[in-house]
């Protein structure tokens, strides 16, 4: 009687069952299929068919890549990912793995003018991006953007040159963005979770002010070419009124984590959460409960001292009064270059504690001319370089946060 290998047994039961084994080939050439989609941020527009349920994956199928959808791709260059290419070969034991660097950045959209104006802004944001050197090129290999318009997105991507990316909209003209350096990672998969109002405010009471825009949550699946290893990226904004929605949230992005298809497998989450540690070192409820649900540690914690002496606030608007207008209380708006004690929430979290190697808030600012100035510390209200800080300027009203990971 003829044996039967198990390899074979296994194949046979694989075709009779029919069962689905995810594939880590590469993502086809988008080039073939045309750049990018049309935009949509009209609800009516975004197909029933597609976005059914609030809290269904919306996946990137062949009527998503045609315009049925919210998601946008971006073309990826023919020589990125040939069709029909092998899986690289399985990487030797005596290789060297670097680290990869990943950085979350919220950038306020095109919501003002004058001094903060997209037009101001964007030079900046790209210089800033740009000082991170990652495996041989200019910019981090990860990015979650927050607050992206198309136009923020497409200009990023001209002004760059190095990312695939992916975005998808939350129905109200901004959405996220994930920039993937594609030297460093092969891009296998890539989907989206709507989040509106209804599915996240269990917790809520008629009382709570809450937010009614769509808050949706980007999840890519991703191999390190070096490592060899998945890594799934999601990339996130939490509704910014009432914490109970954040709550709402945070059980949203775990259960949606802890249901990635290949497992064991790395995670990298970023966002602008909204929420986060306080300035005298204590978590807010929503994500002490996010690091508790899913085991992801929070990269700046990890690697820097929290509590009173430690400056990690990740926004720089202040309210401030106008006393003209006093007894009627108005504030007004400014970005502080100076603002360094308050808030971290902005993120980037990851499932080993032990592979993060560094994590920081850029606090870089910029003179009038548009000169990159390093401020990580100020003295006396200076610099390090002895400039005031005061007579200088952000690229966002959030400060990125950047955290290197050791690639296994």
Not at 55 to 65: G, I, K, M, R
Not at 99 to 111: D, K, Q, V, Y
Not at 202 to 210: A, F, K, N
Request: proline fraction near 5%; include cysteine.
């Amino acid at each position: 009687m003829q044996k039967i290998s198990t390899a074979t047994l296994f194949a046979i039961i694989i075709g009779i069952s029919g069962c689905d084994v995810p594939s880590d080939d590469p993502i086809p050439d988008m080039a073939s299929r045309g750049a990018s989609t049309a935009d949509h941020t009209d609800d009516s527009d975004a197909g029933a068919s597609v976005f059914a349920d609030d809290t269904s994956d919306s996946e990137a199928s062949d009527a998503a890549l045609y315009g049925a959808s919210r998601e946008e791709v971006s073309a990826v260059p023919d020589t990125l990912l040939p069709e029909g290419e092998a899986p690289p070969p399985a990487i030797v034991q005596k290789a060297v793995v670097s680290g990869f660097t990943a950085m979350s950045i919220n950038t306020r959209a095109e919501l003002d003018s004058g001094d903060h104006a997209w037009s101001v802004l964007r030079p900046r944001v790209t210089k800033m991006i740009k000082s991170y050197v990652s495996n041989g090129s200019a910019g981090p290999d990860l990015i979650g953007l927050q607050e992206v318009t198309p136009t923020i997105r497409d200009q990023l991507s001209a002004d760059l040159q190095k990312y695939w990316w992916v975005y998808v909209d939350r129905n109200d003209g901004k959405g996220n963005a994930v920039f993937v350096n594609t030297a460093r990672f092969d891009v296998l998969s890539y989907t989206f979770r709507d989040v509106f109002n209804g599915a996240r405010d269990g917790s809520c009471t008629w009382q709570d002010d809450e937010d009614p825009n769509n808050r949706p949550i980007q999840k890519i699946r991703l191999r390190d070419k070096q490592s060899m290893r998945i890594l799934y990226l999601f990339n996130t904004h939490y509704p910014s009124k009432h914490s109970c929605e954040r709550h709402g949230m945070t059980n949203i992005m775990s259960e949606y984590i802890a249901g990635r298809e290949v497992q064991p497998s790395d995670v990298l989450m970023v966002g602008d959460l909204n929420d986060g540690i306080e300035a005298d070192g204590r978590y807010n409820g929503s994500y002490s409960s996010l690091e508790s649900q899913t085991g992801l540690t929070g990269s700046y914690a990890a690697k820097n001292q929290i509590g009173t002496a430690t400056q990690y606030r990740s926004t720089n608007k202040d309210n401030v009064i106008i006393p003209e207008l006093l007894p009627n209380v108005v504030y007004r708006e400014i970005w502080n270059p100076a603002a360094r004690s308050g808030r971290l929430i902005d993120h980037i979290l990851f499932s080993s504690r032990a592979r993060i190697l560094s994590s920081s808030v850029d606090r870089t600012v910029f003179t009038t001319g548009g000169t990159a100035v390093p401020c990580a510390t100020i003295t006396g209200g200076k610099c390090p370089n002895g400039m005031t800080v005061s007579s200088l300027n952000c690229y966002s009203d959030h400060w990125a946060v950047v955290a290197r990971i050791a690639g296994q």
